[in-house]
């Protein structure tokens, strides 16, 4: 089992900052009414005559903050709001005033305290006691006790009473958010590393990763090639795929010429493609920016037969070959379109 790794106090306002990119693009796919009416805990949301299919969305946002949030006011939890708090108060770059404030706000009753009666007489005082029960009773584990308490009260009482709590506690999530992006926090640093990420999709195959003539992409399951399997793959292609290599290889090479000779690239590329836009700079530019490139010879088709794809890999001072499907990064991609019979290049897409 992996030990959890020692940061510092800076390092975990950047982890803050992560895991709240995070949040923000899960909970924007189960977005919360832009208000919500807080002041009548038997219809916060006003949701009387709502579609039934409405208030179970609700209740999915509700849940799915519930899960997320939990990290932020749990005692355990490394990214807890209070230790935050005590961190920040200690850093220059914070207003203590706007810390010490958010603090109270913490402390305050988030909305009215709640009691939940159950039908055995027992109760659950509390959001924080109602959340857990939902949290560890269904949601993340399977707490038994818990979840026989979910037994004994329908959900649309338990979002009529937790809805405000959970929005007041996204909200100080929020505003602390903000105060570390004021105060210039960043969020965690990318892993750079001298070779590309790579998705094996079927590793069961047991290709070897054999790849060292083009050591940036030494990860992927392959090895490098010889020219008699290249003249023995150039042989296989169709003459469309043949047709749409040929120009890739053509247009990558004009782009790489200084000056620009338009009319040549006038011949290789549809004149309605943003390409033109600029006479070809930016495209040049891009193409520019990537060393050693090397074209796929597998020409993919996506859109139909009058479409074609062919991919770019940087780094590949030597080919390489792969019989094994995998995911690769940092690839970028020629686009073809075939008119009356002629290919040509329509754009070109970035990682």
């Given at each position: 089992m992996n030990k959890a790794s020692k940061i510092d106090n800076a390092s975990l306002l950047s982890l803050f900052m992560f895991t709240v990119q995070e949040y923000d693009a899960i909970t924007a796919c189960v977005p919360l009414p832009t208000k919500i009416e807080c002041s009548s805990i038997s219809d916060p949301l006003g949701l009387r005559g709502s579609k039934i299919e409405d208030?179970?969305?609700?209740?999915?946002?509700?849940?799915?903050?519930?899960?997320?949030?939990?990290?932020?006011?749990?005692?355990?939890?490394?990214?807890?709001?209070?230790?935050?708090?005590?961190?920040?108060?200690?850093?220059?770059?914070?207003?203590?005033?706007?810390?010490?404030?958010?603090?109270?706000?913490?402390?305050?009753?988030?909305?009215?305290?709640?009691?939940?009666?159950?039908?055995?007489?027992?109760?659950?005082?509390?959001?924080?006691?109602?959340?857990?029960?939902?949290?560890?009773?269904?949601?993340?584990?399977?707490?038994?006790?818990?979840?026989?308490?979910?037994?004994?009260?329908?959900?649309?009482?338990?979002?009529?009473?937790?809805?405000?709590?959970?929005?007041?506690?996204e909200q100080i999530i929020f505003k602390f958010r903000d105060l570390c992006i004021s105060a210039e926090v960043p969020t965690l640093a990318r892993i750079d590393g001298s070779k590309a990420a790579v998705l094996n999709l079927d590793a069961s195959r047991g290709e070897a990763k054999e790849v060292s003539?083009?050591?940036?992409?030494?990860?992927?399951?392959?090895?490098?090639?010889?020219?008699?399997?290249?003249?023995?793959?150039?042989?296989?292609?169709?003459?469309?795929?043949?047709?749409?290599?040929?120009?890739?290889?053509?247009?990558?090479?004009?782009?790489?010429?200084?000056?620009?000779?338009?009319?040549?690239?006038?011949?290789?590329?549809?004149?309605?493609?943003?390409?033109?836009?600029?006479?070809?700079?930016?495209?040049?530019?891009?193409?520019?920016?990537?060393?050693?490139?090397?074209?796929?010879?597998?020409?993919?088709?996506?859109g139909g037969p009058n479409n074609a794809q062919v991919k770019l890999f940087p780094n590949v001072p030597n080919a390489w070959i792969t019989n094994t499907p995998q995911l690769l990064t940092n690839v970028y991609q020629l686009h073809f379109e075939k008119r009356c019979g002629e290919w040509k290049v329509i754009a070109i897409t970035e990682p």
């Open positions: 208030i179970e969305m609700v209740w999915t946002a509700i849940c799915v903050r519930m899960m997320l949030q939990r990290k932020y006011f749990s005692n355990s939890e490394r990214v807890q709001l209070k230790k935050l708090f005590d961190i920040a108060e200690t850093d220059p770059r914070f207003s203590a005033k706007a810390i010490g404030d958010l603090r109270k706000r913490l402390k305050q009753p988030l909305g009215r305290d709640i009691e939940l009666l159950l039908q055995d007489g027992n109760d659950v005082q509390g959001h924080f006691s109602n959340i857990e029960d939902i949290v560890y009773g269904s949601l993340l584990h399977a707490d038994y006790d818990r979840a026989m308490r979910l037994q004994a009260i329908p959900n649309n009482v338990r979002m009529h009473a937790l809805t405000p709590f959970v929005f007041s506690r003539g083009s050591p940036y992409w030494s990860n992927i399951a392959g090895h490098d090639a010889d020219v008699d399997e290249l003249v023995c793959i150039a042989e296989k292609l169709s003459d469309d795929d043949a047709a749409t290599f040929l120009i890739a290889k053509v247009f990558v090479g004009l782009l790489m010429e200084e000056p620009l000779d338009v009319e040549r690239l006038d011949d290789v590329v549809w004149q309605d493609s943003w390409l033109y836009r600029d006479g070809f700079k930016h495209a040049a530019g891009l193409i520019r920016s990537i060393p050693d490139i090397g074209a796929s010879s597998h020409i993919a088709h996506e």
